[in-house]
C-alpha cells in the first residue's frame, strides 16, 4: 500500500476515503475479570456516522480501544466491508485506515514537538511518502494552514491542537474514524466549530464515524443514529430523530436524557442539519 501512495498520490487522493461498514458481533473486552464490554453488537453502513452514549465508565472508550487494536479483544468479531480491500481487523492496513481522535488534545499531542513532526510521524510509521504535501493538505483540511506548521502545542488554542489531532487521524486517508468525546474538553463555541469541521471532511472525505460521547447534544448533532450503553451492555439502539423527540424505550435512557443538562442547548451553527 505504501508503495502506492507513494507513486501516485494525486490518484490515491481521489479514489480513497470510501467509509467502510462493521459489524461488531458480541465484542466482549475483560480487565483483569472485570468485563468492560459484556456483548456489545452493533453494525454500521459505509459513510454513516453512529453514536455511543452511556454514563461514564459504561464501555464506550473501551468499544473504540478494541476496535482501533489499542485493547485486546477479549471475544466477539469484527467484520468490515466497502468498496476496494477492506483490510482485516487488526491488520496494518487495518491501523492505518481505521484512526482515532482523543477528547484530550493537550494529552494526545507530544509538548516537544512541532505540529510538522507531528504529522510527520504517522507517515514515517506508515512508509507513506510525499510527506512534504500531505502535511500542507491535511493542515488545509482542517482549516489551519502552513503557518501552523512549525508550532508547538503550547503556541495552540485548544481548538487549533484538537484540529491538529484531527489532522493527525486525516493523513493517513482513514476510512472510518472513531472519535473519543472529540470536542468535551473544549468551550462550547469552539465545539460547535470542531463539529461543523468533522461534519464537513465526513463529507468531503466519505468517512465513517463512530463518535462516543458523554453529551447527547454533541451525539445528536453528528449521528443520525446511535447506541446506548451501560455497564458494558447496549441497552438499545435507536435514531437521534426519536431521541430528540423523547421515543426512548428504556428507563435508563430516560434518565440519561433527564441528566443530560446540556441536551437542550443548541450546537448547530449550520443550516445542513
Ligand atoms: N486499562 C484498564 N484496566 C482496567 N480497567 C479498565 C481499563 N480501562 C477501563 N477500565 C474500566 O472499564 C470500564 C469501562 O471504561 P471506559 O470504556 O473507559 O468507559 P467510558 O468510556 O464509558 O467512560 C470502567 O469501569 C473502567 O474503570
Ligand atoms: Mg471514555
Redesign the pocket.
Known amino acids: 500500500m505504501g508503495e502506492v501512495l507513494m507513486s501516485a498520490p494525486a490518484a490515491v487522493a481521489r479514489e480513497a476515503h470510501a467509509g467502510i461498514s462493521l459489524q461488531v458481533r458480541d465484542l466482549r473486552v475483560v480487565?483483569?475479570g472485570?468485563a468492560?464490554v459484556d456483548g456489545v453488537s452493533f453494525e454500521m453502513a459505509p459513510g454513516e456516522s453512529f453514536g455511543i452514549v452511556?454514563e461514564?465508565?459504561?464501555?464506550?472508550?473501551?468499544v473504540l480501544r478494541a476496535l482501533c487494536g489499542l485493547t485486546p479483544r477479549t471475544g466477539g468479531q469484527v467484520q468490515a466491508t466497502g468498496g476496494g480491500a477492506v483490510p482485516a481487523p487488526g491488520s496494518r492496513d487495518w491501523r492505518r485506515q481505521v484512526q482515532m481522535v482523543f477528547q484530550d488534545p493537550y494529552g494526545s499531542l507530544h509538548p516537544r514537538q512541532t505540529v510538522d513532526r507531528i504529522l510527520a510521524e504517522p507517515l514515517a510509521i506508515h512508509r507513506i511518502g510525499g510527506a512534504e504535501q500531505r502535511i500542507q493538505r491535511a493542515l488545509d483540511d482542517v482549516g489551519l494552514g502552513d503557518g501552523f506548521r512549525f508550532r508547538y502545542p503550547h503556541q495552540l488554542s485548544g481548538g487549533q491542537r484538537q484540529r491538529v489531532a484531527i489532522a493527525r487521524a486525516l493523513i493517513l486517508q482513514p476510512r472510518l474514524l472513531l472519535l473519543d468525546e472529540p470536542t468535551s474538553a473544549l468551550d462550547a463555541s469552539v465545539q460547535a466549530e470542531v463539529l461543523n469541521l468533522l461534519e464537513a471532511l465526513r463529507t468531503r472525505h466519505g468517512l465513517s464515524f463512530l463518535m462516543?460521547s458523554h453529551d447527547l447534544a454533541v451525539v445528536t448533532h453528528l449521528c443520525p443514529r446511535l447506541m446506548v450503553m451501560q455497564r458494558g451492555r447496549v441497552v438499545e439502539t435507536l435514531l437521534s430523530a426519536d431521541l430528540a423527540a423523547h421515543r426512548v424505550q428504556t428507563d435508563y435512557t430516560r434518565a440519561l436524557m433527564q441528566a443530560a443538562s446540556g441536551f437542550q442547548r443548541p450546537v448547530r451553527r449550520t443550516s445542513s442539519v
Open positions: 480487565y483483569d472485570f468492560a452511556g461514564s465508565g459504561s464501555g464506550k472508550s473501551t462516543v
